[in-house]
């Protein structure tokens, strides 16, 4: 599997924007990003997933690098509710084909919100 | 609403006794998984199901057992031969598209915490 860094914890100001980063540079060209979240003592919550171009959705954006070897996911005005661990997972299509659908979880980014 | 429920959200047991977690989703999703997660751990595949009556291994399915009889239910039992059981344990669900697709999304019960005495 390829595998994913990031850092272990960020703190950001309530109201403001934060941005996740997340290295990845033996992604595959088929891999494609996901970005889960887990409030505590919670189950994880999917965010946001894309392949090669940005995405948004209603909770998050996902910018990625032209080479595919980083991304940010990036919240564009944090509340203390989005305080979590943010996991970056690759999934890939070619594995799933085989059955292996599991998610890979690393040990995630550590946000902390200051009010 | 529909969703994955799985209970109890607590449970004690003391060691050398079976146990079995509940979890149901009404999400008409064919594949469902379990998870283990350790303190300040990611989360790790146990067992995972893509059909009814057919289920795989994962990464450590040793002490463990499950059952798929309906596409609802994905039952999992911790059993006596599992060395270290206490741990969070969470139960997902997916549609399988069968070629898979790597965009599939997983949707995620709120977890029974486990506490083995």
């Known amino acids: 599997d390829a595998k994913t860094t990031q850092p272990n914890s960020m703190e950001s100001n309530e109201e403001e924007p934060v941005h996740l980063p997340c290295n990845h540079s033996?992604?595959?060209?088929?891999?494609?990003i996901h970005w889960y979240r887990q409030l505590p003592s919670q189950g994880p919550e999917y965010v946001i997933h894309?392949?090669?171009s940005n995405v948004n959705n209603r909770m998050a954006s996902l910018a990625i690098a032209e080479d595919r070897k980083s991304s940010t996911l990036i919240l564009h005005r944090a509340t203390l509710r989005d305080a979590a661990v943010y996991y970056c997972i690759l999934r890939d299509p070619l594995e799933a084909n085989f059955g292996n659908e599991k998610l890979t979880f690393g040990t995630g980014t550590r946000l902390t919100i200051i009010p | 609403d529909g969703g994955i429920t799985q209970s109890p959200k607590y449970l004690f047991r003391k060691e050398g006794q079976n146990v079995t977690l509940s979890c149901e989703q009404n999400?008409?999703?064919?594949?469902m998984y379990w998870y283990r997660q350790d303190p300040g751990q990611g989360l790790r595949l146990i067992y995972y199901s893509q059909i009814v009556n057919d289920f795989q291994k994962g990464d450590i399915a040793e002490g463990y057992s499950v059952s798929r009889e309906k596409k609802e239910s994905f039952p999992l039992t911790v059993t006596s031969a599992q060395k270290n059981p206490t741990a969070f344990y969470l139960c997902a669900s997916s549609i399988w598209t069968g070629g898979g697709s790597g965009a599939d999304t997983q949707y995620f019960g709120p977890g029974t915490r486990l506490t083995v005495l």
């Open positions: 033996t992604i595959s060209g088929t891999d494609y």
């Open positions: 999400l008409n999703h064919d594949a």
């Open positions: 894309g392949l090669t």
